[in-house]
């Protein structure tokens, strides 16, 4: 994108006034939010708050019941499916691949958005498929069958292919799931690194409220398919919040290393104030 498109002025993905749910269930009502360029933004909030239905919903993945989502300024409904996958990737929860598929070409897929007339990889998609997959280190299982890899390796080789896609919005729904805690760290510092070095706009949905206060700059909680708080982790990231949202009573303090704050749950609401271990 250069800077005499037009879209530049635009946020990178917009909703306006969405309702969003499923065939009669509404999750989501007259939701308004913007995402800015270059911003890393995590939805969090508890077990069927609506976080990756608002997600899905920006994605593309699930249609509006009202209003519209803007991709660069343009209704994302109306854009071609190709178009979209030329500007945003998605890392889903849930995802599957064809049996006997290898990393390899599973993660080529992530090219097929930019292959030309001939539908034929080029030497520069050979090169970004080979970067994604460095980037997740998967280069000694490039030639295993995916559905032979275990949960980390198999959640590492979709991120591979959303990589693969190179474009300048990146959707996550939950994306450390089944990885370790090491995993994790290297997941979104990698996350983190092309959000800075590349401008890279994260928009992803965590359920470790510390990875998100340290890894997003903007936190919005969800809670009934609402927003209820939204803005820097500082400030989103309270005691009052995870009592609100969460029913637990916390500690918030500040990482000794990041500075980023940090909860640390005692009870859940409905238990007391008891220090039972």
Request: glycine share 8%; with cysteine.
């Amino acid at each position: 994108m250069t800077d005499t498109d037009p879209t530049i002025n635009h946020p990178s993905i917009r909703a306006d006034r969405v309702s969003a749910g499923y065939r009669g269930h509404e999750v989501s009502r007259r939701l308004s939010l913007s995402i800015e360029r270059g911003s890393r933004t995590a939805l969090v909030g508890p077990n069927g708050s609506g976080k990756s239905t608002i997600l899905k919903t920006l994605a593309r993945l699930i249609k509006p019941l009202s209003g519209a989502v803007y991709l660069n300024g343009e209704d994302i409904g109306r854009l071609p499916t190709r178009e979209v996958a030329r500007r945003m990737a998605i890392l889903p929860q849930v995802h599957e691949a064809p049996p006997e598929l290898t990393v390899l070409e599973l993660v080529s897929q992530g090219r097929f958005p930019h292959v030309g007339a001939l539908k034929m990889l080029r030497h520069t998609d050979d090169e970004a498929v080979q970067e994604a997959i460095r980037l997740t280190r998967l280069e000694d299982l490039m030639d295993r069958p995916v559905d032979t890899l275990s949960g980390g390796e198999h959640q590492r080789a979709w991120m591979a292919l959303a990589l693969a896609q190179q474009t300048d919005l990146l959707l996550l729904d939950e994306p450390t799931t089944f990885l370790d805690v090491g995993h994790q760290l290297d997941l979104l510092r990698l996350v983190s690194r092309l959000n800075k070095d590349q401008g890279v706009t994260v928009v992803m949905v965590l359920h470790d409220l510390n990875h998100a206060a340290r890894f997003a700059d903007r936190m919005i909680a969800v809670l009934d398919g609402e927003v209820v708080a939204d803005g820097p982790p500082t400030e989103v990231l309270t005691p009052g919040l995870l009592r609100e949202c969460f029913g637990v009573e916390a500690s918030v303090i500040r990482d000794p290393r990041t500075g980023a704050p940090m909860c640390i749950p005692h009870t859940t609401i409905s238990s007391g104030n008891d220090d039972q271990r």
